[in-house]
């Protein structure tokens, strides 16, 4: 090729590639400024745009995780309420029952038959599961049979006295160390349980039965750290021959849901299981994003929740002393929470 062709050849390449340059700059601009044309036709792009950009670190998802846990846990209360037709025993049976097969079900297709079977070989796990489906089981009876006798308010003591008693469960059982925070959180809480106990000149034993099981679940679950599924699987596996036992036992006599609910219930009742999980599983995937102290102060909208719903929906008597018992345990949790704080700063610089 002579030089005179040379030089006219690159010319032309040059000039393709400036018109093709262009071209696809004018393009660009033109897709930008027909999304920014459909953003500015459409607000609602740029809010789903920014909720999802919003959501994408995963300390924002596990919080929305436990946020939604907790509201779920709080409201729980409304479905127990609407199934007051129905005997608290029998309730709990459906929910051991219906529970494990949700649980069975999502096992089956996160972990297949395999996944769900190698665990069980693990030395002890079966006794200890056993043990903790029996304490979860005797904590959710009791709470079924408070909801729907009248005591939520004390179910919601209960809910906010248990992190005190998990704190102290660690230092006694984990050798977890005891800073001031956590001695003079457990005094406060102490001090608004004796309250109800002078004034009412009772143990107030749903409160205390339900932080006591709830904890000793908690702490026995800690030698075990199993996915929410499996935990949930294997808690209720052990005790659904019992239960399925008791379910026609009741069915069968004309003491069951089909004889004594309205059909609406017998569909709500459905639900047990589905509504016993979920939150379990929102819990379990907020604790793998979000640190623990998050996690704990989440705690507290669950029993909030409870409360109002205890004093505005269903207008159980909140007198003077419980007003004081929940401000003393109130303090106790500011406490608790500021020492876990000031400890996981402490952990992080070291």
């Not at 929305?64 to 509201?71: G, K, Y």
């Not at 507290?300 to 207008?315: D, V």
């Amino acid at each position: 090729m002579s030089q005179r062709k040379k030089k006219k050849y690159i010319k032309i390449q040059e000039a393709e590639h400036s018109s093709a340059s262009f071209n696809n700059a004018h393009e660009r601009n033109d897709t930008a400024s027909f999304h920014h044309a459909a953003e500015r036709k459409d607000p609602r792009s740029r809010s789903f745009s920014g909720i999802r950009n919003f959501f994408r670190l995963r300390s924002r998802q596990g919080a929305a995780f436990a946020i939604l846990c907790a509201v779920l846990w709080g409201i729980l209360p409304i479905y127990w309420k609407s199934l007051e037709a129905i005997d608290p025993i029998l309730i709990l049976f459906y929910r051991i029952l219906l529970a494990f097969f949700y649980a069975l079900f999502l096992g089956l297709c996160i972990y297949k038959r395999q996944g769900l079977l190698e665990p069980l070989k693990r030395k002890g796990i079966i006794g200890t599961f056993f043990f903790a489906g029996l304490l979860i089981s005797l904590n959710w009876g009791i709470y079924i049979w408070a909801v729907n006798s009248g005591y939520l308010i004390q179910t919601s003591i209960g809910y906010y006295i248990e992190p005190l008693i998990v704190g102290i469960f660690g230092v006694a059982f984990f050798k977890e160390r005891l800073n001031a925070y956590k001695m003079a959180a457990f005094l406060f809480a102490c001090a608004g349980v004796a309250v109800i106990l002078v004034y009412y000149r009772q143990i107030p034993g749903i409160a205390l039965t339900l932080a006591i099981s709830f904890a000793t679940y908690a702490a026995i679950k800690k030698r075990y750290q199993l996915d929410a599924v499996l935990a949930l699987l294997y808690e209720t596996m052990f005790l659904v021959p019992f239960a399925f036992g008791m379910i026609l036992y009741y069915e069968i006599t004309g003491k069951g849901a089909f004889t004594t609910a309205e059909p609406y219930q017998w569909g709500l009742l459905a639900l047990a299981g589905v509504l016993t999980g979920t939150p379990l599983l929102l819990f379990a995937m907020a604790a793998n994003r979000v640190s623990l102290i998050t996690l704990g102060v989440t705690e507290y909208i669950s029993p909030s929740l409870t409360l109002l719903l205890g004093i505005f929906l269903y207008h159980e008597k909140f007198e003077g002393a419980q007003m004081v018992t929940f401000a003393l345990i109130w303090i106790g949790l500011a406490v608790f929470t500021a020492g876990e704080i000031k400890e996981s700063r402490k952990a992080i610089k070291e």
